[in-house]
Nanobody, 127 residues
Framework: QVLPIESGGGLVQAGGSLRLSCAAY????????VGWFRQTPGKEREFVAA????????DYADSVKGRFTISRDDAKNTVYLQMNSLEPEDTAVYYC????????????????????WGQGSQVTVSS
């Protein structure tokens, strides 16, 4: 079963950096786009960043533009979310998701299209 597995979360001070990784538990059977989302208690899950199946196109939530970078290494079946200049407001459980797609330059910045979701990784930013 294709299952995204997140890692790299933890506790960091405001202004610090973390890099989240999202690896496929098993090698996916086809090309896939990837999205990162996050959720805090009592709030709906929100979009953070997305990348197309080839990495040629990316999208970011306004709240993280200029601070977060999404990238992928298909040789390792891994997608990364580099998070810099972290703020307490970035504290959340971060989820990655896979969407199998035939569209080369397409990314998905809403939850509905995604086929598989990981269990999440906690990121806590202290002030």
């Amino acid at each position: 079963q294709v299952l995204p597995i997140e890692s790299g979360g933890g506790l960091v001070q405001a202004g610090g950096s973390l890099r989240l990784s999202c690896a496929a538990y098993e090698r996916p059977s086809g090309p896939y786009a990837v999205g990162w989302f996050r959720q805090t208690p009592g709030k709906e899950r929100e979009f953070v960043a997305a990348i197309s199946r080839t990495g040629s196109a990316t999208d970011y939530a306004d709240s993280v533009k200029g601070r977060f970078t999404i990238s992928r290494d298909d040789a390792k079946n891994t997608v990364y979310l580099q998070m810099n200049s972290l703020e307490p407001e970035d504290t959340a459980v971060y989820y990655c998701a896979f969407k199998f797609t035939s569209y080369i330059g397409r990314y998905y910045n809403t939850e509905d299209p995604y086929d598989y979701w990981g269990q999440g990784s906690q990121v806590t930013v202290s002030s």
